[in-house]
């Protein structure tokens, strides 16, 4: 029974394979008009449901929307911690960890919500602000556990400022596309409700005419077309996109044909498209890496260098930086074929044409009218180049220029390489800028450019903890008050300037000094006993006084106490010690230099002295410098 049923199932799908073309059109002209009435119910039953999912669209952007405004909040909670536990410091940073997991499991929302290219430029822009943030507190953190409280206020006021600003007014815009977006669908789906009935009349009325004429124009020759394009896909499924359809004719199959042929040459270019992608990205990785690595500016620009070698070997390259003055571009970085660079002679930022405009810029000959006149009066052989700009948060800091043969043009993925190299040069060059000048500022005095009282203390303690025997000496302008009383607070303040420029350049290489308040200086001589730096300040006397004998200033003199520091228990001790030597030279007239008493250097009591005269006054016999080194390392008393 089962043999005979199979058998009677096969004759019918033997005669089904053997019908006629005409036959199984016919067939299936039935079975379209079937399909046709289903396709209206089902048009129209979509209608009946595009409200719904309108609804669904604006429930979306309603979340959306609702994630930006709480990735928002995060943003200033964020913000505030931050402030309360730099300004509360040392205090516990819970507050600030919690509301990190907060602002994280919003920006997640706001990214699960969905977007459109716009809303999601606008969110990885805020990821990338948020890296910023978040790299920007690791530095304060760790200048608030070394105890430079101003460089982590600048920061905070600073960069960090900066890159929260970004961050909400970045989820402040992605609420509005959101909104915006939301009204939008609305507006759409009543368009496409209206021209959704119209259009499924009309296909069904054409669909008709077309199913009833097409049934008598049906060739008899269509199957081989479709086997030849049936064999080249099953090659396209194997992986040969080069495999196509031989078909040549102008009907139905051989539009199958084209448009099958037409998809293989996509999927081609897609992949290739893919392969630079990829490249392009792993490139930016490797940059992105090599610049996380680099500790200074020297080697950033290293990176620079090889980068250039890399991405163009056949041409030569430069990178020009701005000068401390922003007014002059020199040449940093060297790359390519010619030793010597291509030689810009372009002289401020203001005259390149790629930092004016903010974008880079190529030129395909040298020799054409609207080449840049720096290109085109170089005096070299005809070529082509290309300007990069160079900056940081918007502001320009240089330009890679690169030049070559006329005929050796830069392809568009060594401009999106050379693109990328100029970003994140210009953000790590300039973060290692900032720091470095903001470190300076925390670190020395505004006037005289000297190391400020804590910067010593801490350079003096290093000396200590290093075994480094090194003379201890404190200064003091003589009738200091009389010259800013007499002459103003400008003479005054030269007169600071004078003397610490004298000192500076008459000590040694391993000498410091640093502005310990007021009129008071202090110095450190390594390797020198108390006698030795007697020596060298009576040099430093000489010069000033040969100095002031051609100037305009008032003549003015300074007394300096001196003492061994390495015989002291404590820092604090050594300048309790050369503040009293200071005194003494005050006492015994000034404009000299006095060695503390070696017997006094290990006592744990403090001699007793009288009052300061009127010009250096002293509120405790002890002396108001050793008082202000109190805060020495308690490990060295």
């Not at 719904?52 to 943003?75: E, P």
């Amino acid at each position: 029974m089962a043999t005979s049923t199979d058998t009677a199932l096969g004759r019918i799908r033997q005669r089904a394979v053997d019908a006629s073309v005409g036959g199984k059109l016919r067939a299936g002209f039935v079975a379209l008009l079937l399909v046709l009435f289903l396709v209206i119910g089902a048009l129209l039953l979509t209608v009946s449901r595009l409200g719904a999912a309108n609804d669904h669209i604006d429930q979306v952007a309603v979340v959306r929307a609702s994630a930006a405004d709480q990735l928002r909040f995060a943003a200033s909670e964020l913000r505030a911690e931050q402030e309360a536990y730099v300004m509360d410091w040392p205090t516990s940073r819970t507050g600030f960890d919690e509301a990190v997991i907060r602002f994280e499991a919003a920006l997640r929302a706001l990214r699960t919500a969905g977007a459109d290219p716009m809303s999601q430029a606008l969110i990885n822009k805020l990821e990338t602000s948020y890296q910023t943030f978040l790299a920007s507190d690791q530095l304060i953190v760790q200048a608030l556990d070394n105890n430079e409280f101003e460089l982590a206020e600048n920061l905070t006021l600073g960069a960090e400022s900066l890159a929260a600003r970004f961050i909400a007014e970045d989820a402040e815009s992605i609420a509005a596309l959101a909104e915006q977006g939301r009204a939008v669908a609305i507006e759409r789906f009543h368009t496409t409700s209206a021209d959704a009935r119209a259009l499924g009349l009309s296909l069904g009325v054409i669909a008709l005419v077309v199913m009833v004429i097409a049934s008598w124009v049906i060739t008899k020759l269509i199957r081989d077309p479709l086997h030849r394009v049936q064999l080249a896909a099953e090659r396209a499924a194997d992986g040969d996109l080069h495999a196509e359809a031989d078909v040549r004719s102008d009907d139905e199959t051989g539009r199958l044909a084209g448009a099958f042929n037409s998809m293989l040459t996509k999927l081609r270019q897609r992949e290739e498209t893919l392969r630079a992608d990829h490249h392009r990205q792993e490139m930016a990785n490797r940059i992105q890496r090599a610049f996380e690595m680099a500790d200074d500016e020297v080697a950033a620009l290293d990176v620079v260098g090889l980068t250039l070698d890399d991405a163009l070997p056949e041409r030569s390259s430069e990178l020009l930086l701005a000068d401390n003055s922003k007014a002059n571009l020199e040449q940093a970085v060297i790359a390519g074929t010619n030793p010597d660079g291509p030689g810009c002679p372009v002289g401020s930022p203001f005259s390149c044409v790629a930092v004016r405009s903010g974008a880079p810029v190529t030129f395909a000959t040298s020799t054409a009218v609207d080449a840049c006149p720096h290109l085109r009066t170089r005096g070299v052989e005809p070529c082509s180049a290309v300007c990069v700009p160079v900056s940081f948060m918007g502001r320009a800091m240089g330009v890679i220029h690169s030049v070559g043969d006329e005929a050796n043009h830069p392809s568009p993925s060594h401009m999106e390489a050379l693109t990328t190299l100029a970003a994140q040069a210009g953000a790590r060059i300039g973060m290692l800028r900032t720091m470095v000048r903001t470190h300076e500022q925390a670190s020395t005095d505004s006037l005289t450019g000297l190391m400020n009282r804590r910067t010593f203390q801490s350079r003096s303690r290093s000396l200590r903890r290093a075994g480094i025997p090194f003379a201890l000496v404190m200064a003091d302008i003589d009738h200091f008050k009389r010259v800013n009383d007499t002459y103003g607070h400008e003479t005054g303040d030269r007169a600071l300037k004078t003397f610490s420029d004298v000192a500076t350049h008459t000590l040694r290489q391993d000498d410091f000094m640093g502005r310990w308040g007021g009129e008071e200086f202090a110095f450190a001589l390594p390797g020198l006993d108390a006698a030795q730096a007697t020596e060298v300040l009576g040099r430093i006397r000489l010069e000033l006084a040969a100095l002031l004998s051609t100037s305009d200033l008032p003549g003015f003199t300074v007394s300096y106490g001196v003492v061994d520091a390495h015989t002291c228990t404590s820092l604090e001790a050594a300048v309790r010690l050369a503040d009293d030597a200071l005194y003494a030279a005050k006492e015994q007239g000034r404009d000299r230099a006095v060695i503390a008493d070696s017997d006094d250097a290990t006592s744990p009591t403090p001699p007793t002295r009288a009052p300061r005269t009127a010009d250096t006054p002293r509120h405790t016999p002890i002396g108001v410098l050793a008082s202000l080194a109190r805060d020495d390392d308690p490990l060295e008393r």
